[in-house]
């Protein structure tokens, strides 16, 4: 008796879910190639860098949007530690770092799908207090204001070292943040005068802070590769994701988001 | 001071105790073990997992003995700063009786439960250079905390100080007022009956306390990294230097939780017997 009700609910569920596939089979996503590639639906995993966060979620969005049935869940954080938890065993579909350094990791763990693809480009600006009361213009300034930058060991921070290089400046910070994030929030708390942070980050935080731009950031571009699991759980997913990103609406959202898009 | 010494002594440091009185139900035992081998085995993951070949050329580094350095003294100063603060307050919760008293409590066990990157956030409102009473403090003294090896003391001292005056307080209610009392009779001023009284009663509760906030100091790491940043030999303690290893070099952090781990069990397991009751 039992069984035979569950039975019931079963196929009634199954029925259910069918009709639900058929709506959406109807209703194609509107992007590029989309139409006849494998179906794609449950929830897509993404280890990305913390400076993504502003832009990918915003991609997460448009993303599910265009593909029904599929969820995109995040994980951001610093892209060392990102990878240090795939090499662990972590069920990730999809990786974005914030340098090839950091995705070499992964790559050399034998665990990605194909070669990673650098899919956008990041590089420093000053990052300052609203209207720049100390009048800074450049690096060379750095070394007589209170300074935060990223520690050597993330992303950001080996940008950093680079850039003051190029620019023959030494600076000695009042802290070494752990990432871009917190070098940002020392500025914007008026704990510091200026910071080495991302572009994008001056851009996402434009109500609060200013960005000064330098010439050597030139020397310091951080390139952002992205990559396929090889033991990707949802491996549509995966695929349908990375092709998302090489989309016009992908690549806009991006570019407004204050990164170069190759 | 604990235990009179005419006191008989059927089992001496516990054990050995009548057998059927002491037979332990596996009711018990089971999840005992079971809890046991879960605070156990992840450390001896660290064990197993270390580097030990490469232990010696990671650990000749400046910057671990810098840290390592750092971590010991800031912990203590937020020990001391938390006893010289902490142990009136616990007297005021246990012994004095005024409207929102529960309220009051409730707030300064809120570190406990705040995640400490907030903790440390609030101290940069408060104490940071633009902070409300920073800012006033910045241009009286020309003092800022933030990015200091004080303002590691003030946030380690932030996180550890509600261990002590919660374990001071539960001591202070357990300790008959009675002695108090008639210390009062016989003459003596409330300060008096509580450095003379008072505070040997609950001597054990004190320092049960303080190592509980020393060890909570030593590990504290997102209120710290928050207010004081990261800077070697000035703020980066043993728990940022591990984070932050971590990064590049899982290897190298092992190593430096090895050595902080050693500290703190040779230390713990050093005070145990002086200054926590073990009855």
């Given amino acids: ?262 | 001071m604990s235990t009179p010494r005419t006191t008989p002594a059927p089992h001496p440091r516990g054990r050995r105790r009548p057998r059927g009185a002491t037979r332990v139900p596996a009711a018990l035992l089971l999840p005992a073990l079971l809890g046991l081998a879960f605070l156990v085995l992840p450390l001896l993951g660290l064990l197993i997992r270390a580097p030990w070949s490469a232990l010696p050329a990671l650990l000749t580094g400046p910057e671990v003995w810098q840290a390592l350095r750092l971590s010991l003294i800031s912990a203590t100063a937020a020990t001391g700063v938390s006893l010289l603060l902490g142990v009136p307050l616990a007297w005021l919760l246990a012994r004095t009786d005024f409207p929102g008293r529960r309220l009051l409590r409730a707030l300064v066990t809120l570190p406990l439960v705040l995640p400490p990157v907030v903790g440390g956030v609030a101290l940069l409102l408060v104490l940071g250079r633009a902070g409300i009473v920073g800012r006033w403090l910045d241009a009286a003294t020309g003092i800022t905390l933030p990015f200091t090896t004080a303002g590691v003391v003030v946030a380690e001292t932030f996180v550890a100080m509600p261990f002590l005056v919660i374990s001071v307080e539960g001591a202070l209610r357990a300790a008959d007022p009675r002695y108090e009392e008639a210390a009062a009779t016989l003459g003596a001023s409330r300060l008096t009956a509580f450095r003379r009284v008072t505070l040997p009663l609950v001597a054990p509760g004190i320092g049960a306390g303080a190592v509980l906030a020393w060890a909570r100091a030593l590990g504290e790491f997102g209120a710290t990294i928050t207010f004081a940043g990261n800077f070697p030999g000035r703020t980066q303690t043993m728990p940022l230097a591990v984070y932050l290893a971590m990064e590049s070099d899982p290897q190298a952090a092992i190593a430096l939780s090895l050595i902080l781990l050693a500290v703190s069990i040779a230390v713990l397991a050093g005070l145990r017997d002086r200054w926590m009751s073990t009855p």
């Fill in chain 1, 1 to 262: 008796m039992r069984s035979a009700r569950s039975l019931l609910a079963a196929t009634a569920v199954l029925a259910l879910a069918a009709a639900l596939t058929a709506c959406t089979a109807n209703n194609p996503p509107s992007n590029n190639g989309a139409q006849n590639a494998p179906k794609v639906d449950g929830t897509v995993t993404v280890f990305a860098a913390a400076s993504l966060k502003e832009s990918f979620t915003e991609l997460g969005k448009r993303f599910e949007a265009a593909y029904p049935g599929a969820k995109v869940s995040f994980n951001f954080g610093g892209s060392s530690a990102l990878a240090q938890s795939i090499v662990s065993g972590a069920p990730v579909d999809v990786f974005a770092a914030a340098s090839p350094a950091t995705m070499k990791t992964v790559t050399d763990a034998k665990l990605t799908g194909e070669d990673p693809r650098v899919f956008v480009r990041n590089t420093l600006e000053i990052a300052v207090a609203k209207g720049n009361p100390k009048h800074i213009g450049g690096l060379k300034d750095l070394g007589g204001v209170k300074t935060a930058l990223c520690a050597k060991e993330v992303p950001c921070g080996a940008a950093a070292v680079t850039a003051l290089k190029a620019a023959g400046v030494e600076v000695t910070p009042a802290t070494y943040e752990q990432d871009v994030k917190g070098a940002l929030t020392k500025v914007e708390l008026g704990e510091v005068d200026a910071s080495l942070v991302y572009r994008t980050d001056v851009k996402a935080d434009a109500a609060k802070i200013d960005g000064v731009e330098f010439p050597e950031s030139a020397q310091a571009v951080n390139d952002y590769p992205v990559v396929s699991l090889g033991k990707a759980p949802n491996a549509n997913g995966a695929a349908a994701f990375l092709g998302y990103l090489n989309s016009m609406d992908a690549r806009r959202v991006l570019t407004e988001a204050g990164f170069q898009v190759p």
